[in-house]
């Protein structure tokens, strides 16, 4: 159960230099990024240092959207004044002047040919060409100009969400359009992930939806869900698909059951922008102002009032030659344990 990973959170009080982390990535030495609205952070597992306008004058603003780490090791970084590509120590800022067409930016994406997407707040999908951005023809028009998720799937489909638009699904035979209209919950599309099924999961303003060969199949707050506005979905390694929602924390779907995992049990904060898993197997859950979350397999699983004992406070437990469990509450009388253990041992 959730309950059962450890679980430890990082706010302004551990160091965290600002608490709403909505993007993560891990670049090839292992640091961990952390897209805020006060600057790049990246974190070390104990530290974190901050990448501002105050110390690094080429980051072209401190609110950061987006994150990628490309396939050559480069950090890219969406903000609202540009993308920034960072390698090598080296920061290369590109704006609506170098072919966004305009500076704020939502989403990244790379293709398998190495392709560079940018999803734009205003001026649709763009691709790096050369030194610069350009459009693509088939992404034009109103319905394609704020692009909030952008995702390649492992047979080269490019799958693209919008505000308010729907879906697009660019292969082959061209672009597709996927709306309300074609079974989708909703048009508001917050979130874009393949799991390893080849399955497309897409977070919704209104739930998360699975689109597979059979069509489109939806998972509601009626089915478990904490919150129908998804913002964040990802697949561990075990199998799991997390889901971050915008008001009710976690879920975490195995088969067709939702587990969930809020402030209730101890999440710093319900709304949660982005998800990651790192190289070491940690998910991390970045909120809207409550900071960082780890969760992580350890040594010990915990067994507690939420898998289903009757109360937190444990004393010694022995199993006895027969295999039955023999065990005192020592919160009563001492003559009234003695009594009972002797009728066990009897």
Excluded: C
């Excluded at 937190?312 to 469990?325: K, L, N, T, V």
């Amino acid at each position: 159960a959730i309950t059962q990973l450890g679980h430890r959170s990082w706010g302004s009080a551990e160091g965290l230099p600002q608490v709403s982390v909505v993007a993560m990535a891990q670049t090839p030495d292992g640091y961990l990024w952390l897209a805020t609205q006060g600057g790049l952070v990246r974190f070390d597992g104990v530290r974190f240092a901050i990448n501002d306008r105050s110390n690094s004058p080429d980051l072209p603003s401190n609110l950061i959207t987006a994150l990628l780490v490309a396939r050559d090791g480069a950090l890219w970084v969406g903000t609202s004044s540009g993308v920034s590509r960072l390698q090598d120590g080296r920061i290369t800022t590109y704006r609506a002047r170098d072919g966004l067409g305009v500076d704020s930016v939502f989403s990244l994406g790379q293709g398998r040919d190495g392709t560079i997407w940018v999803g734009t707040n205003g001026a649709g999908l763009k691709r790096l060409r050369g030194g610069g951005f350009e459009g693509v023809a088939w992404a034009q028009g109103p319905s394609m100009d704020v692009i909030t998720a952008i995702w390649e799937d492992r047979s080269g489909r490019l799958w693209v969400g919008t505000q308010g638009s729907g879906l697009y699904r660019l292969d082959s035979g061209g672009p597709t359009r996927l709306t309300s209209a074609d079974g989708l919950s909703n048009d508001f599309i917050g979130a874009i992930y393949e799991d390893r099924s080849g399955r497309i999961w897409v977070g919704t303003d209104d739930g998360l939806n699975r689109l597979d060969a059979a069509g489109v199949a939806r998972y509601t707050t009626a089915h478990g869900l904490p919150n129908k506005v998804v913002l964040s979905v990802l697949e561990d390694r075990d199998g799991g698909l997390w889901v971050g929602t915008h008001g009710g924390g976690l879920a975490r779907l195995k088969g067709e059951r939702f587990e969930t995992y809020s402030t209730q049990q101890g999440l710093s904060n319900d709304i949660v922008e982005s998800l990651f898993e790192d190289a070491e197997g940690n998910l991390w859950a970045g909120t809207l102002g409550g900071g960082l979350n780890q969760f992580r397999d350890t040594w010990f699983r915990p067994y507690g009032q939420p898998e289903g004992l009757s109360g937190d406070f444990a004393r010694p437990i022995y199993e006895d030659r027969r295999g039955r469990p023999v065990g005192g509450d020592l919160r009563r009388r001492s003559d009234s344990l003695r009594g009972r253990a002797a009728a066990v041992l009897r």
